[in-house]
T-cell receptor, first 111, second 114 residues
Framework: DAKTTQPTSMDCAEGRAANLPCNHS???????VYWYRQIHSQGPQYIIH???NNETNEMASLIITEDRKSSTLILPHATLRDTAVYYC????????????FGAGTQVVVTP | SAVISQKPSRDICQRGTSLTIQCQVD?????MFWYRQQPGQSLTLIAT?????????ESGFVIDKFPISRPNLTFSTLTVSNMSPEDSSIYLC???????????FGPGTRLTVT
């Protein structure tokens, strides 16, 4: 599976959109981009995933560039409960459950 | 979605002893996975547990140290054997939903070895 690069940390004001970037320049054609987050002392929580089209669900939006070498997770209206470590992971369909977690981005939402 | 529970939620154990962690899922799943998260670190996959076959271990993890059982499609156990302080970590159980490719994690078991 391709590796990903994320900023170590970022701050976001409550109520504003949080845009979390991720680089995955070695991604291959059959690999998906997944986002998870881990709130302190809890197990990781699935947020969203996509292949090449932009995706949106009740939690977030995922924007994948046309060349698929990078993506952005958007939390439209950040709340204090969104403070967590966010992981961008690239995974092929033949890698069931074998998620390779990087260091992730520590997001702190401030009042 | 899948709801996963783990027991115990946390434990403090003495060096040289063993601890068995249980993972229960509210639906039948083909594959279950065990991850480890050392203090201040990210998650690392320990092994994949399929029902009816031996677990498959990732590089750096061996069956003698982390024996796994998978007696049915909703349950698995991970044993941390002959523990040392370096085994102090959070151990997490995970499953994949075959239809959606979403992966779910349990709340984790926080292990401290003294």
């Amino acid at each position: 599976d391709a590796k990903t690069t994320q900023p170590t940390s970022m701050d976001c004001a409550e109520g504003r959109a949080a845009n979390l970037p991720c680089n995955h320049s070695t991604i291959s054609g059959n690999e998906y981009v997944y986002w998870y987050r881990q709130i302190h002392s809890q197990g990781p929580q699935y947020i969203i995933h996509g292949l090449k089209n932009n995706e949106t669900n009740e939690m977030a939006s995922l924007i994948i560039t046309e060349d698929r070498k990078s993506s952005t997770l958007i939390l439209p209206h950040a709340t204090l409960r969104d403070t967590a470590v966010y992981y961008c992971i690239v995974r092929g369909t033949d890698s069931w459950g074998k998620l390779q977690f990087g260091a992730g981005t520590q997001v702190v939402v401030t009042p | 979605s899948a709801v996963i529970s783990q027991k115990p939620s946390r434990d403090i154990c003495q060096r040289g002893t063993s601890l068995t962690i249980q993972c229960q899922v509210d639906s039948q799943v083909t594959m279950m996975f065990w991850y480890r998260q050392q203090p201040g670190q990210s998650l690392t996959l320990i092994a994949t547990a399929n029902q009816g076959s031996e677990a498959t271990y990732e590089s750096g993890f061996v069956i003698d140290k982390f024996p796994i059982s998978r007696p049915n499609l909703t349950f698995s156990t991970l044993t941390v054997s002959n523990m040392s302080p370096e085994d102090s970590s959070i151990y997490l159980c995970s499953v994949t939903c075959a239809e959606t490719y979403e992966q779910y994690f349990g709340p984790g078991t926080r292990l401290t070895v003294t």
